[in-house]
């Protein structure tokens, strides 16, 4: 992982890697999904229609529907999705009205059965999570420890935590409690290249992604001027979390993106005390 064959493939590889691309047909991403994940791979007409829309206008039909069992399944359809040049949709809930849900190439159902909560851990007041975990669902079990998360969209008792990380989501107590990004504490992740690392922040926080501390290093300037200008800024790029000054936090960053960078496996977030009496 991160190794200089994974992260850049040589000429002949990255030949081939085309080629197959070029030929994989609807037919061999389905045998090849089959053979590689436990969970339902769904090519009818009436799940790819079931999974063409989202809470928006927009009406795009994936070639094929996954639902996986667990992170390893996931995986799987995150390899076969790279090595054939499919395009990679994760959906939670359906609840975007921009059309983030939807794509025209696999479509991940994460809330069939990603949806275990981890350790909940009260000392620390934070709780792991996997993407498909409906954000009420967090609130039930953290409530026997006086906790709960403090972002809460109106989609609560439906959204995902894994649509709430794509999307940074907010909701009315975003004023006490901060985005989704000022609540994430780590992502367990798999980027593009196939890389799984663990997301975090401080000293050595950006190693993982090749290039990447370069890159923040040679554009201080333009990043501290230009990006995170006002506190409501949710989707998008965030780099001003990778600054020095606010942390090195390349989880924080990552959160919004959209699933452009990274699948997010599994989530560690940080829980707050439940108010005594409502204000």
Do not use: K
């Not at 924080?252 to 960078?261: A, C, D, K, P, Q």
Request: aromatic share 4%; glycine share 10%; with cysteine.
């Amino acid at each position: 992982m991160g190794g200089r064959d994974a992260g850049h493939p040589d000429a002949a590889t990255r030949a081939w890697q085309d080629a197959r691309v070029a030929t994989t047909t609807a037919v061999d991403l389905v045998r090849e999904l089959r053979a590689a994940v436990r969970g339902e791979v769904g090519t009818s007409t009436r799940v790819r229609a079931e999974y063409s829309t989202d809470a928006s206008n927009y009406r795009v039909v994936p070639r094929v529907v996954v639902a996986p069992r667990d992170t390893d399944d996931l995986l799987a359809v995150h390899e076969v999705a790279r090595a054939t040049g499919t395009p990679l949709t994760l959906r939670g809930a359906g609840t975007s009205v921009a059309g983030n849900a939807i794509g025209p190439g696999i479509v991940v159902d994460t809330s069939r059965y990603l949806t275990a909560i981890g350790e909940i851990d009260p000392e620390a007041r934070t709780a792991v999570v996997q993407p498909g975990v409906v954000m009420s669902a967090l609130q039930q079990a953290a409530a026997p420890y006086g906790l709960r998360f403090g972002p809460d969209p109106s989609t609560q008792n439906r959204a995902t935590l894994g649509g709430m990380i794509g999307n940074n989501a907010c909701g009315p107590r975003a004023v006490a409690y901060g985005r989704t990004a000022d609540n994430v504490v780590s992502l367990d992740v798999v980027d593009g290249q196939g890389r799984r690392f663990t997301a975090t922040r401080g000293d050595g926080a950006l190693a993982p992604v090749p290039g990447l501390a370069d890159l923040v290093a040679a554009n201080l300037a333009l990043v501290r001027t230009e990006l995170g200008r006002f506190s409501r800024q949710v989707s998008g790029y965030s780099l001003e979390h990778l600054l020095p000054e606010r942390g090195t936090d390349l989880a924080r960053m990552l959160v919004g993106t959209e699933g452009t960078l990274v699948t997010v496996l599994s989530a560690t977030v940080r829980l707050v005390p439940i108010p005594d009496a409502a204000v």
